[in-house]
């Protein structure tokens, strides 16, 4: 069976425009997302390891905005060791929302906000305010704010919602503190 099938069919449609086909990474590693199984992806650089694990998300966020819409809430956490990482990922993961919204409004069907936001040490205290105003539904961090947010209650609160955790790059976690 093709993988990308398992998407919602304008996902599915963005990623055919978008690649040749899945990685193998991807193609093992999707069929284990869409069972709700925990996965680990070990494969070198440059074998969609992060697409992976983040188009498997947002497939399931955009599925529940079009059955019942989506809440201001946050579902899926990516931490990332590095903060220069955290901001490359945001980009990273701007283009394939624009394509999906786009692959969406060709099929006829309504936009989908899927609100992304970076949280590291340099975040600024107005922007931290507005992201607990109006949460992310995706928060990209660094494991050093992970922490400051599970020690504060509003961090704590709006992480409550979490649906799906992606830590990136976990060989450089492990060995140490962080």
Do not use: K, N
């Given at each position: 069976?093709?993988?990308?099938?398992?998407?919602?069919?304008?996902?599915?449609?963005?990623?055919?425009?978008?690649?040749?086909?899945p990685t193998p990474a991807q193609a093992q590693a999707w069929p284990a997302f869409q069972a709700g199984r925990h996965v680990l992806i070990a494969a070198p650089t440059g074998s969609g390891k992060t697409l992976a694990a983040f188009l498997a998300a947002i497939d399931a966020l955009v599925r529940q905005a079009l059955a019942q819409g989506l809440e201001d809430e946050t579902q899926i956490v990516y931490v990332s060791p590095l903060k220069a990482l955290s901001n490359d990922i945001r980009c990273n993961l701007e283009a394939p929302l624009a394509g999906i919204r786009a692959a969406l409004q060709a099929?006829?069907?309504?936009?989908?906000?899927?609100?992304?936001?970076?949280?590291?040490?340099?975040?600024?205290?107005?922007?931290?305010?507005?992201?607990?105003?109006?949460?992310?539904?995706?928060?990209?961090t660094t494991p050093e704010s992970l922490y400051i947010l599970l020690g504060s209650e509003s961090g704590?609160?709006?992480?409550?919602?979490?649906?799906?955790?992606?830590?990136?790059?976990?060989h450089a976690l492990a060995p140490n503190k962080r």
């Open positions: 069976m093709d993988p990308v099938a398992l998407f919602h069919p304008a996902i599915a449609d963005w990623f055919d425009r978008s690649f040749a086909a099929r006829g069907l309504p936009e989908v906000d899927i609100r992304t936001w970076v949280r590291t040490g340099d975040t600024p205290a107005r922007e931290r305010d507005r992201m607990r105003r109006r949460p992310p539904h995706i928060v990209v704590r609160a709006m992480l409550a919602t979490t649906r799906t955790v992606i830590v990136d790059e976990i």
